[in-house]
């Protein structure tokens, strides 16, 4: 089989020769390995099965405040701290509950093509995802700010949706230029769960979320391509609306939150799980036997008839031991 024939068929849930994975890095992670692996070229040799062309507002870094970039929506991130990679916001985009303060920045379609026939001239037998990051909620706090979102939900529904349906109109867009091109699928990031429950909570959720994911859902549907969405955290009480709306990938797939076997039965007829490898509690910590064992266990439950793609539940980050990610391989790579 290709590794995008894996993918097809994970999803199907039908069994596989070996379980479709993935693994992605933070820079600083990377840099650890390929100094442990002695190869700056190791990335493309690991054998993932899965490409992706992403957008998440196009950063630009400001030559005047090194470390810190601006992206297309005007937001402010701040790369001198922990996090390298994404960043840290400062300041605030719209300052008061009120859609008119802020305009929607240009859709760069010139360069959001360029993103996916770099992506297909790279493919090999990969599985293709069209995505978008900062997808809904998290579009949304980024220009708002979390504590004021939240409070707005309460307190400024009407400004709330007017919000989010000027971010779904402006995704949707989007989609149609991912869809034009040659892609299996398309990729959803927004982080809605903490390690107990929603952030927002299912009410609210309902509300404000659901049905306007429901309408990117449709639209990358109508084409008949699988829709991936990624939430870190537990959504476990809202994986039913989820399935209802069209999805066919959840990721990243907690194992620190869920249990796998149950949630195996509850819900691996209708989803397929993405991640399950353990970037919080398994890769900083255990032993490379202790790693082996787990991931393979993990592929031994998940993998069972298909639903399963292998995967750290993050991109790696820089607190886990190079010899750890090494065994990651092997085992993937050796099914």
């Known amino acids: 089989m290709t590794r995008r024939e894996r ?15 993935n693994i992605e890095f933070t820079h600083e992670e990377y840099e650890k390995v390929s100094q442990y692996l002695d190869d700056n070229d190791f990335y493309p040799k690991i054998g993932n099965h899965i490409i992706m062309a992403n957008y998440d507002g196009f950063l630009s870094e400001l030559p005047e405040k090194p470390g810190y970039w601006r992206d297309d929506f005007g937001v402010l991130w701040n790369r001198n701290g922990v996090d390298k990679d994404i960043g840290v916001i400062e300041g605030r ?9 802020f305009k929607f920045p240009e859709i760069n379609e010139a360069e959001i093509r360029n993103e996916y026939e770099t992506m297909v001239k790279e493919t090999g037998d990969k599985f293709r995802f069209g995505s978008i990051g900062f997808s809904m909620y998290e579009r949304a706090w980024t220009l708002r700010g979390i504590e004021e979102l939240l409070a707005d939900m309460i307190e400024e529904p009407e400004f709330v949706e007017d919000l989010l349906d000027a971010i779904t109109e402006y995704n949707l867009k989007i989609i149609d230029i991912g869809l034009e091109c040659n892609i ?40 008949g391509l699988i829709v991936s969405q990624h939430s870190c955290g537990d959504i476990q009480e809202i994986m039913p609306d989820l399935i209802e709306i069209g999805l066919d ?44 064992s787990v991931a393979l266990e993990t592929i031994k439950i998940m993998g069972k008839g298909g639903g399963y793609i292998a995967a750290p539940t993050h991109a790696l980050p820089a607190d886990i031991p190079a010899e750890n990610v090494a065994a990651l391989i092997e085992v993937f790579k050796n099914q």
């Open 249 to 292: 990938i959840y990721q990243t797939f907690q194992p620190e939150i869920y249990n796998m076997k149950e949630i195996k039965r509850e819900f691996g007829n209708d989803l397929t799980f993405w991640g399950g490898i353990s970037t919080q509690g398994l890769l900083p910590f255990a032993s490379v036997e202790v790693v082996k």
């Open 7 to 21: 993918v097809i068929a994970a999803v199907k849930h039908q069994q596989t020769d070996i379980c479709p994975y």
């Open 93 to 101: 985009v719209i300052n008061e509950p009120d859609i008119k303060e």
């Open 184 to 223: 299996d699928g398309f990729h959803f990031g927004d982080d809605w769960g903490q390690q107990k429950g929603l952030i927002m909570g299912p009410v609210y959720w309902r509300r404000f979320i659901k049905p306007r994911m429901a309408k990117m859902y449709a639209k990358v549907k109508s084409k």
